[in-house]
């Protein structure tokens, strides 16, 4: 509303006049006074209206002055106008006369202005809601209306008034002002309730429009994942409303530092972008082209795309940042670098402004399923929502100076080695080249360099200095055979790498290889630098537990980020694992840890079809499962032969297991693909198993291993679904699919699978939705498609299971509401069962079996690392075993850390929560003694469904120890039922037996048969019989004591007391009766 204009005043002549009559004249009233005497009606009068209040604050019962003068019959008003954070303009008070008498007068009013009562109480039992109220404007007005016109709405009144005035009234704050008296009483319960709260003032949590979307440096290693933010609306109210009001004309910042490694290199590579509700790019969307431009892409009001690509390139292997503010249809774009001096500035106005809501839909950086990544190390991102900043306002500081120091070391160092890899391959292959052309003239010469001993070559171009530096390196150069065919330059330097490290690791798994791995982390340095990041995965773990070496956290951070960064798997996994935890100096952070987790569970699906490369099947064995480590063997093993030998007499079971065995690495044996393909061929042709009937027709269709053969695997697959198998079934619905097209025919064989509860044709139909060509429904359905995936996860299909954790994260699906948490533990999930982490995992199996100590020990701790839990608790089993190889080459306590690990992961056993328990409650090493978590220890153990848990818990008890009613509850232990000791112990004993084998007698049925006893044993004790046989007896006793001690006394003075009988007979008489007299109380009773 537009406030009035201000009321015209009267001429300075007339203000005089009115001066000096204002004590003579008039005639006073109790609701108006006359102050200015009536003059003749031709006198030109103005009429005017003035407010005046003592105290300008919205109170009830407000005392405010009105003062006025009318030159005809008029209509005084007056009124408030409030306005609040939800609505404007609401009248809160209303008030009207008429004067038609004292005209040509000034009169004043005193008026008690009244407002409703969430206004100006506070909240009370019965005012439930008091309001915020911005501002309240007073209006008063003059209209020359006759009585008819008392009635008309104030908008046509106001503006048809002859004299106009307003004025401001402050709010009162809500906890400022009193309580109403509201003449009512309470009931005693009621009124007791609202003093509890009476004078408690809620506080709101600080919220501020500036978000750190990222703290930690993030590795992007240029796939298809990167870190997903999904931003609420404000919690405070007037933040939120300017949100709203900026959807049409926006107003953010948002500022990133980067650390480029390359540009694009095809295409285009995401920064930054927003994808909409409609998994659509929306406001702002910024990418890295090939050249190094920065290409953004805006959404328009109007529902137009536009994008705009910057003069200025990103420089590389430098730390710079890029920081982009968007106001309405502007853009400025700014780089600045580590020293915050600005480098480059662009600016962009587009022909409209932009449409932006950063709540209706997620951020991405880095990749996603729709762009790639770009190759680089994410800094600190900031984000300001409702604000446009300069780049001198921004506050984003680079924090781990340490880090970013080591990585531009790192980078450094890097570019000199694969320089002198490269230069040295080349001269000495033009060397070769030289010697070649002589030796095909010369027989002799020919026949020594194909059979003698490889030349070496000393004289190169590198000064001594440089020699000396990478002394090591140019050793191991000189050693190698670089007579290869020509390749890549740079997959050279790889292969140098590979070299390096297999030369290094075959050294750490020797006898005592460990004791060298002092010499080795200099060669490992240079083979991660040569692009070899396995290398780059070792040295991460060897700094960080302090494997041979000091711990370094720095360093073991720098190896894991490059690691990660250059697409190691298990440096990936390391740092999924360490961000979902929160250890190790690693910030917990859901999001960071889910880009990484995402990105292994991606190739782990990949990797599966794929059977090249060092993988072996996830197989959780544990070294306590003497059972599980005797069927593990070899190809000249017992089970194995075993297993050929059936399998050769045509024991389908036999075959189908010794093919999986082969094909996936199971069990102990190497992987080969093709010894696999031949027991498929020789069991689906011998045996009609429809197992290997389909599992032969999948590698014909895939050409896994053999020549592709469509028609005979179709033939074998119709055959496989005759016999009514459920994959088969859905393997012909996917072949319909796949090769001809026929979606109705791919439908209803994956349809007839589904219900045979096949998870394949559950995520079969669930892309049919989300493609838009499921039979006879038209466009894409996700929501149908979402639920078809979550059933195939249900199922443990990967895909299914890939597809619900980005639901999970991004939170753009009804059915799948934002848990980034969920999200992780479904992507990790998948991401433990990758082939290439199976491979280490069985090289420490094998090792521990051949009790190659260091090996194993080698081996397992790098799968440790990832978060593995089955190896978690097998490294801390085997420092239990060899405490001594423990306590020399690692800094840090074994058993300690990777019990805690393993306890911390969701799949944990029961048995590593009994030894944590154990620890906690003895005092482990240095640990200080926790009794509370020794006991939530044994309780998670005893949910595992394991009795020591439960008899644990029972021992502390019986030791004077109460368990806390939050474990109780835990353990669904009814406290009211077993509120004493007695009770509470008998459950435990209970259920300790209940969860042991009840067909033999355990510990825990013998604890409880000794607590009935003794439960026995204290009622007999302490029952009411007990006290009456006991003082039957004691009276028996004492009775026949009296009366031995009367006999024996009577015999020596008979004489004696016949004497006295004759002299005093009466005397005599009463005493034997007083003697008496005792005697029958004691034996009566």
Known sequence: MRPPAEPRRAPPLLLVLLTNFVLSFGKETLQTTAVTPQFQKNMDYVDFIYLNILEKKVLNN?????????????????????????????????????????????????????????????????????????????????????????????????????AKNYTFLEAVPPFERPYKDHKVCLQWGADYLWMLQANRIPQCPHETDGVQVLEFIYASSGEKTGIVKKFEQFENRELETVRQHQIDYPMFTISIWLYLLHHCEKDLCGILYFIDSKE???????????????????????????????????????????????????????????????????????????????TAGYFVLGGSGYVNGIEAFFGPVKYYRLNVLETEQISNPLHDKDTVEQIELYYERCMDIQEIVYDYRYIVRQGEKTHRSCYYENYYLEQIHKYGEKSKCDAFMWGKELREKYHTLF????????????????????????????????GLSSANGLSNLGSSVPLLADSSCCGYHKASYFLAVIFETGLGVPVDRIKGLLY?????????????????????????????????????????????????????????????????DDELLKAQTKENGDVFMWLKHEATRGNAAAQQRLAQMLFWGQQGVAKNPEAA??????????????????????????????????????????????KGLPQAVNGLGWYYHNFKRDYKKAAKH??????????????????????????????????????????????????????????????NMEDFPRDPEKAVIWAKHIAEKNGYLGHVIRKALNAYLELSWHEALLHYILAAETGIEVSQSNLAHICEERPDLARKYLATDCV????????????????AYLKMGDFYYYGYQNQSRDLELSMRMYAQAALEGDSQGFFNLALVMEEGNSIPSYILDHLEIDQALHSSNTSLLQELYYRCWNNSNQESISPCSLALLYFYMRVLWNNVLHSTLIYFMGTFLLSILVAFAVQSFQSLSGNDSEDATRAVQQDEPTVSNDLSQQESNPQSPLVTS
Not at 494 to 505: N, S, T
Not at 580 to 596: C, F, H, R, T
Not at 896 to 911: C, G, L, T
């Open 750 to 811: 994956w349809l007839i699978a589904e219900e045979l509860g096949n998870p394949d044709a559950s995520y079969n139909l669930g892309v049919l939705y989300l493609d838009g060509i499921y039979p006879g429904v038209p466009g894409r359905n996700q929501t149908v498609a979402a639920r078809y995936f979550y059933k195939a996860a249900q199922g443990g299909h990967i895909e299914g299971t890939l597809r619900c954790s980005l639901y999970y994260i991004t939170g």
């Open 62 to 162: 407000s005392e405010v002055s009105v003062q006025y003068l009318c030159s005809k019959p008029c209509i005084v008003s007056l009124e408030a106008v409030a306005s609040s954070e939800f609505r404007t303009g609401v009248p809160v008070y209303r008030r009207r006369w008429k004067d038609e008498k004292n005209l040509y007068a000034s009169r004043t009013r005193r008026v008690h202005l009244k407002f409703p009562s969430i206004m100006v109480y506070r909240d009370d039992y019965i005012i439930r809601n008091s309001i915020i109220v911005h501002s309240v404007i007073l209006y008063a007005w003059i209209s020359h209306r006759s009585a008819s016109n008392y009635g008309d709405e104030q908008n046509e009144d106001y503006q048809a008034a002859v």
């Open 560 to 624: 894991s980020l490059v690691g990660a960064q250059g697409n190691e798997r298990l440096s990936v996994m390391n740092l999924g694992y360490k961000h979902y935890q929160g250890i190790n100096n690693y910030p917990l952070d859901l999001e960071l840890s889910y880009a990484y987790y995402s990105n292994i569970a991606i190739k782990t699906s990949l990797d599966q079809h794929n059977i090249k490369g060092e993988q072996a099947f996830v197989e959780t064995i544990r070294l306590m």
């Open 677 to 722: 393909i031949e027991w498929y061929a020789k069991g689906a042709i011998e045996t009609e198993d429809p197992v290997l009937i389909y599992d032969y027709a999948i590698v014909l269709f895939k050409g896994q291993g053999v020549k592709k053969n469509i028609k005979l695997a179709l033939e074998l697959m119709k055959k496989a679904a005759a």
């Open 896 to 911: 300690w850390r990777y019990y805690n690990f393993s306890v911390s992961q969701v799949n944990a056993p029961s048995f």
């Open 280 to 358: 659509m790019y929306g406001t702002p969307a910024v990418f890295l082209n090939e050249e190094g431009y920065v290409h953004i892409q805006m959404h328009l009001m109007r529902g137009d795309d536009l994008a705009v690509k910057t003069s200025f390139s990103l420089p590389l292997k430098q730390w710079f940042r890029l920081d982009l503010s968007f106001k309405g249809g502007q853009i400025e774009v700014s780089s600045v670098g580590k020293n915050l001096k600005r480098h480059h500035h662009q600016s962009f106005t587009f022909r409209e402004d932009f449409y932006y809501d950063d």
């Open 475 to 506: 050793k191991l150069l000189q050693e190698m055979d670089f007579s290869s065919p020509d390749e890549d330059g740079s997959d050279t330097v790889v292969e140098v790498g590979r070299r390096i490290f297999e030369k290094v690791v075959k």
